[in-house]
Every structure is written in C-alpha cells, then in structure tokens.
C-alpha cells in the first residue's frame, strides 16, 4: 500500500492549517481546539513524506509547523533537511538548522546539515562548521560520512578537511598510543636471560585497544586488554587467564609518566599491585611487577622480564 501523501492531501492540510490561523473557525468551534487538530494533522502527513524521502511534500509542511509551532525543533530541524533535499536556498537550510539547535536539537547532525549546506555553496565558513563538529568530540560515522559525501569533494585536499576527519576518528590522539612501544611478538626473558614464555602484543579495534595473548614454558596461558579512557585520562588493564583464579589479577589502572606505563590495582586492597613497562629499546621492552601489604609505602619486585623482539 502507498502510504506517500499526496499533493492534494498536504494542499488540503495547508489550506486547513491557514484558515485556522486567520481566525477562520466554524462558530462551534472551541477556541484553539482547532488549530491543534489540524497541525497534528500536518504534522502526520509530513512524518509520512520524511519517512517516505518525499521532500518536495515534506517541505511546505514542515514550514507550516514551523509557523504554527515555532518552538518546535524537530520541525525546524526536518524543515531545514527538506529544504537542503529540494535543493532550495542553502543560506535558508543554515539558518533553520541554527534555530533547531538554539531549540535544544542535538548539536550532531544539525551541525552536519549546515556543514553540507556551506560544502554545497563552496562557503569558506564550511571550515568553522566542522571545527564545531569536531569540539563535540571524535565519531567515526560522521567522519566516515564526510569522506562519503560527494558534496565535500572541492575540499578533500585541504588540510583543514583533513585534519577533522583526523580529529573525528576516535582513538588517534597521541595519548592513545602511549602504549605502542609494547606492541610486538615477543620472547620473554628472566633476568638471566632464560626464555620464560611468549607474548604478542598488538593493536585491535582500529587503535582504541591494546590486546595481549600470554603463554609460559610452562602453560600458562593469558589476555589482556588495554585501553585508555579519554574522560579520566587513565590506561585500565584487565587481565584473565586460564587459571580460572579472577581474585588474582585485580584491574590496574594508572598513567604513562616518567618514560614508563605504570598500572596499579585498588589501593584500598589490602594486597597492592603495580606493574612497570618501560621502554629499553625499539627491540627490547621490561616489564616489571611489584606488590604492597603496607598501603604502598614499601614495595617487593614479584616478577621481573625482558620483552626481546622476535625477528621477523
């Protein structure tokens, strides 16, 4: 079945919603109940032709809310779509997406109709929209929607363009790959010199990870993953392994400070942990472990080894 409005049915609701306005109003009618009645009627046939991707039914409509509900911000929202999709006026669009936002519309795609509308246009501005898109923080669909859409094409080889896509992608900033240095396939030495175990490194879910996989001479068998957060500013490692004994490795936390990524468990744990990773060379990373039972005020080394890097 064809739910699309048709051109007589928003006709029709147009020429309702304007009697209504101009105080045209059958002599039984309860003041402001019809004006009501027939802008959810509007608005009905106008979500349908949004559904629907009929933008040339859609935009009237939408303008006819926007003038009976002016405090609306979906309708000045979609009015502002439909008139960027009818390939109406893109100075039009902006100033309608502008009001959604300023009426409590989500900042997001708002900014990004804007910032279509001023590519469109070829507007120096374009740049300033997506210094605003990229304030709102990093999202790889909107990034990946920028390199998508044809509308940006003039501007690919700017390094402004460049750098927001760069700026959008989650996980790229330098404090996500404070952690690489340990990124590798490596043998893993005791003090001595004995190879105690292997260990791979690597980077997964598009830089925001850093995942080990673990295995001792002796069986011993390990994950762990490792991520910064960008709101507390803090590296979190959670290790588990086929020990099954959870208790025994509490998640760490902590910084990268003084040249080494150094992580430690809850200090309100009666027993502390703190394990150290310091860089030696490209070829050659420590890893170091430490424990408390004094709240931190001595410590005693528990494990102690040297990544080697495997050649390739």
Request: aromatic share 10%; hydrophobic share 40%.
């Amino acid at each position: 079945m064809n739910h699309r409005p048709s051109t007589n049915v928003a006709s029709a609701a147009l020429l309702l919603l304007s009697m209504t306005l101009v105080g045209d109003r059958g002599a039984e009618a309860t003041p402001g109940t019809t004006d009501a009645t027939h802008l959810e009627q509007v608005e009905a046939d106008a979500n349908v032709a949004f559904g629907a991707g009929d933008w040339k039914t859609a935009l009237p409509l939408y303008e006819a809310l926007t003038e009976g509900r002016p405090e609306d911000a979906t309708a000045w929202f979609r009015f502002a779509l439909a008139t960027l999709e009818t390939g109406n006026a893109s100075s039009r669009a902006v100033a309608a997406y502008r009001k959604a936002i300023d009426l409590g519309y989500a900042a997001g795609p708002a900014l990004y109709g804007i910032a279509r509308a001023q590519a469109r246009a070829k507007e120096p501005a374009t740049f300033e929209t997506l210094s605003e898109l990229v304030a709102l923080g990093s999202s790889r669909g909107l990034a990946q929607r920028l390199q998508a859409n044809s509308e940006f094409d003039w501007l690919r080889t700017d390094s402004r363009f460049q750098e927001a896509i760069q700026q959008l992608l989650p996980c790229t900033a330098d404090e996500f790959r404070q952690f690489d240095f340990w990124i590798g396939d490596w043998d893993v030495e005791n003090p001595q010199g004995q190879v105690v175990g292997h260990n791979l490194i690597s980077n997964s879910l598009d830089g925001c990870l850093v995942l080990e996989e673990w295995e001792s001479q002796s069986g011993h068998k390990g994950l762990s993953l490792n991520y910064f957060d960008d709101v507390d500013e803090t590296w979190t490692q959670i290790f588990r392994d086929n020990t099954g004994r959870i208790a025994n490795w509490p998640n760490l936390e902590g910084t990268f400070r003084n040249g080494s990524m150094i992580l430690e468990s809850d200090p309100d744990l009666p027993s502390r942990s703190r394990w150290t990773w310091t860089r030696i060379t490209t070829g050659k990373v420590r890893q170091m472990a430490e424990a408390s039972t004094d709240g931190g005020k001595t410590w005693t080394v528990t494990w102690d080894s040297y990544y080697v890097r495997r050649s390739q």
